[in-house]
């Protein structure tokens, strides 16, 4: 649930950030540039968990952070595949605006992998 409070606090920022960037350059430009935002931001967070550089946090912060990360990246995705259908009805290039959305999908799908789909599995 704290995953959600996440979402209403980044999403809105990248909803905001892409305002100001498609308004400056165009639409395909703007999702490009923020379609790696999740990705660091979710290597970032396992980096410093698996470090354990001394940095004093609250139990469970980031099983949380990569929550709402998680979410963040699959909703970009759907916007991006959202994009590359309106760019096919303008008949525009997609092919960067995939190869984005996939990227951005990485952090969903290590999720569903490793934390979802694995504990299901094994006995």
């Known amino acids: 649930m704290d995953g959600i409070f996440i979402i209403f606090i980044f999403f809105p920022t990248v909803a905001l950030a892409y305002a100001v960037l498609s308004v ?68 525009q290039s997609v092919l960067g605006l995939l190869l984005a959305s996939g990227m951005v999908l990485i952090p969903f799908i290590w999720w569903m992998t490793i934390i979802v789909i694995k504990p299901v599995i094994s006995p």
């Open 24 to 91: 400056l350059y165009d639409y395909v430009r703007a999702y490009i540039a923020l379609c790696w935002v999740p990705v660091i931001f979710f290597l970032f967070i396992g980096l410093l968990d698996k470090l354990e550089v001394g940095w004093h946090k609250p139990e469970h912060l980031s099983e949380t952070l990569i929550e709402g990360i998680v979410w963040i990246s699959l909703l970009q995705f759907l916007f991006g595949i959202g994009l590359a259908g309106y760019s096919m009805w303008k008949k």
